[in-house]
């Protein structure tokens, strides 16, 4: 079974212009979220989490042990990233009979694989019927961030990337993937490259997990004061 650990950045979708005229609007308090064009505010501050006003900017996998592999927007444009990642969710699964893919990362089922689908829908990347079949229909997919709903009460809440790595002794990434956005606008790339390469510990953590087990509750809930005390004092 090919295990395909997957994490993806995104950004609202704006033109460069647009956007530092929007964030200049934003910090002089002229456009807040009670202007009469507060649809560009919250475009703005929260285009990024929907796919209907945001676009990916990266795809970041790794297929079992093999190396990690990048697909950049800025480089190839989205359209072309989402199709060479549907030509490689595809390839991975023909041929394997029984054998399902299986998709593995945080928070995957109500994020990743959300956002792929549907800009893979926006730009018509192939008919619905197959981009259901193949991107959420067949393959298996382990998100941790469900895995871990028995340990929190079977609450979301508190289940962060951070609140995991730390409860796993992994390093923590200590930002958001929203402030990555500044970062696409200004062209400063290698930043978003780097957050990646904090945030991607998926095949650490799926090894960790079936070596060892899951942590305990009383681990996983010290983890997430922890982070709710740093967020406080930050």
Avoid at 19 to 48: C, P, V
Avoid at 147 to 159: A, E, S
Avoid at 176 to 197: A, M
Wanted: proline residues 3%; without cysteine.
């Amino acid at each position: 079974m090919p295990n395909l650990f997957l994490d993806i950045e995104t950004a609202p979708d704006f033109d460069t212009d647009e956007f530092f005229q929007t964030k200049s609007a934003i910090d002089s308090g002229a456009l807040d979220k009670n202007s009469e064009n507060r649809d560009l505010y919250w475009r703005f501050e929260r285009g990024g989490l929907t796919p209907f006003s945001g676009k990916i900017i990266l795809i970041t996998y790794q297929i079992n042990n093999a190396h990690l592999f990048r697909l950049k927007e800025w480089e190839v444009g989205e359209r072309e990233v989402l199709k060479k990642f549907y030509n490689l969710i595809v390839d991975l699964q023909h041929g394997t009979g029984e054998d399902h893919l299986r998709i593995i990362g945080h928070n995957i089922l109500g994020f990743d694989l959300f956002f792929i689908y549907n800009r893979m829908r926006h730009h018509k990347i192939e008919d619905e019927k197959w981009l259901y079949q193949w991107v959420i229909n067949k393959p298996e997919v382990i998100d941790f961030l469900q895995l871990h709903l028995p340990l929190n009460n079977l609450q979301t809440k508190g289940l962060k990337h951070d609140v995991l790595a730390k409860a796993y002794g992994f390093p923590v990434k200590n930002t958001l993937g929203s402030g990555e956005t500044v970062h696409y606008y200004q062209k400063e790339y290698h930043k978003i490259i780097e957050y990646s390469d904090r945030e991607f510990i998926y095949p650490q953590l799926y090894q960790k997990i079936l070596s060892e087990g899951l942590i305990s509750k009383e681990r996983l809930l010290d983890a997430i004061k922890a982070y709710q005390e740093a967020q406080k004092n930050s």
